[in-house]
């Protein structure tokens, strides 16, 4: 036994200690998040009892300091437990890294002493849910050149006015870090990132948005109409805002993966279940060759998005301050998102073909599983997007 821990290192790409944070990130998820999902999917329902519960067994404020309730931790580690979490309930898994990641790490990484007292305890106890207001009507990919969302500034208030759109726990969220433009002259480099909590006089969910995949993960519309906001909550300098977004692009990229990864070792295990147990023509269609052949396709896959989903986590676990949106970590974010999502894709489609009939059924797990895919192409920057980045990058080197 003693050369265990090395073996599983070699054939994982994690150490003894990886390996068993993420086992426990994966019992917790089986027990509490699995249970969840079918009733998320079926009903776009959103389980008020998990996030408290999700924060009192520590996997919120992973990278935050013990002080302020946090484990002090990693954004590796924030992967591992996102991995485990997206194979038994993906959808709960959006939930997290929306909340984690976009919102409660940003406040981390770009907050004031006061402002991180403040906000983030409660974060890391998952009794206040985070979310992250950029995207807009008619600016998607174009989010922050065409952002309309205007912040003036009237003695100790500055006044939001504008509309967020596709924001994930934005009808559940109570802390909310949004972008709006406190300098229109200035274009994108008139942005100012502002903490908002629910409760801001002129601030509203629009309307509930009800996706074909990750449903169960609360998305909306989010308006604000002279929403007043204490001056002592803008994050950063004002007109500072597009450093605060680049310091947590690539992150966000970076989180990705594990979604993507978690999502196909499901799909691989649901595969390999059902090509037992299923016969045909007296047999178990596990027997076929043609049924090997996805299988053993499927495996490759998986183990090629498990090497570049580390790589590019453990590049993301070095990133500086100022080192966000350009260069080398730019461009792997990218291509590694690119890539996993992508080969996501390959395997959800074979996954489905082994279970024939019955994965075409929407109650079924590998159907909600499958409808899972095209999200994670389109969000934080589309397909098309990142090969942009990565040509640009490789090309101005």
């Known amino acids: 036994m003693s050369d265990r821990p090395s073996v599983m290192q070699a054939f994982t790409g994690l150490s003894a200690d990886e390996m068993e944070i993420l086992t426990q990130a994966d019992r917790f998820a089986q027990a509490e998040a699995y249970p969840l999902a079918q009733r998320m999917d079926d009903e776009e329902w959103w389980p008020e009892e998990i996030f408290p519960k999700i924060g009192a067994t520590g996997y ?77 009507p008619g600016a998607g990919s174009d989010a922050l050149g065409s952002m309309r969302t205007t912040a003036r500034r009237e003695g100790g208030y500055y006044y939001l006015n504008g509309s967020k ?3 994930t726990n934005g009808p559940v969220a109570d802390v909310l870090l949004v972008y709006a433009k406190t300098d229109k002259d200035k274009g994108a480099q008139g942005i100012s990132a502002f903490i908002v909590e629910k409760d801001f006089p002129g601030f509203k969910v629009a309307q509930k948005l009800i996706k074909m995949g990750f449903r169960g993960s609360q998305t909306a519309e989010l308006v604000f109409e002279d929403c007043k906001v204490p001056a002592e ?9 597009v450093k605060v977004v680049m310091s947590g692009l690539d992150l966000e990229r970076a989180m990705i993966s594990p979604i993507c990864l978690g999502i196909a070792e499901r799909a691989l295990a649901l595969s390999l279940d059902y090509a037992r147990q299923r016969k045909q023509f007296g047999r178990p269609i596990a027997d076929f060759q043609m049924i090997q052949a996805k299988l053993a396709d499927m495996y490759t896959w998986v183990e090629s998005m498990r090497l570049f989903t580390y790589q590019t986590l453990r590049a993301a676990n070095v990133i500086g301050e100022e080192d966000g949106g350009r260069g080398e970590i730019h461009k792997l974010t990218a291509a590694g998102v690119l890539y996993v999502a992508e080969t996501m894709n390959k395997v959800l489609n074979d996954a489905v073909q082994v279970h024939g009939g019955s994965g075409y059924i929407w109650e079924s797990e590998i159907n909600r599983l499958y409808r899972s895919i095209k999200l994670l192409e389109i969000g934080a920057g589309t397909s098309e997007v990142r090969k942009m980045i990565i040509s640009k990058e490789m090309l101005s080197a």
């Open 60 to 136: 919120f404020g992973v990278t935050a300091p013990e002080e302020l309730g946090g484990s002090g931790m990693d954004v590796f580690t924030s992967g591992l437990i996102l991995q485990a979490l997206g194979r038994w309930n993906h959808a709960l898994a959006l939930a997290w890294v929306a909340h984690e990641n976009l919102c409660l790490h940003n406040i981390l990484r770009n907050a004031n002493d006061a402002q991180k007292q403040k906000y983030v305890p409660g974060l890391c106890k998952g009794t206040s849910i985070g979310a992250l207001g950029l995207t807009e």
């Open 233 to 241: 909550n803008l994050v950063g300098e004002e007109n500072r805002g």
């Open 165 to 167: 759109i596709y924001i």
